[in-house]
C-alpha cells in the first residue's frame, strides 16, 4: 500500500466510524434490529480500517517509543531538545 492510500484511509477514518455509529442508532430506532443486537459491527468496521491502514502506524508508534525510552539514540531527539544544537 502506498503513502497516499495510508492517508486516504486515515483521512476517512473518523468519517466511517461516526456514519457506521449513525446508521447502527437508526437501526435500534426504526427496525426490530437493537444496539445490543448489532454493536459487533461497529467493531468489524474499525478491524477493517486497521487492517487498511497498513503497517506503518505500528513502525512509527515504534520509532517514537525508542526515541522516548532512548533520547541518546537520535542526537537531538528527546525532551527539551533543540535541532543543530549538540547537547
Known sequence: ???QSQILVRA???PVILITVGVLFAFDK??????S???????????L???????RSRR???EIVD???NPGA????GPGARPGVPQ
Open 1 to 3: 500500500m502506498n503513502e
Open 12 to 14: 476517512v477514518r473518523g
Open 30 to 35: 426504526f427496525t426490530e434490529f437493537r444496539f
Open 37 to 47: 443486537q448489532s454493536w459487533p459491527v461497529l467493531l468489524i468496521v474499525l478491524g
Open 49 to 55: 480500517l486497521r487492517l487498511a491502514g497498513g503497517g
Open 60 to 62: 512509527r508508534r515504534d
Open 67 to 69: 526515541t522516548v525510552v
Open 74 to 77: 537520535n542526537p537531538g531527539a
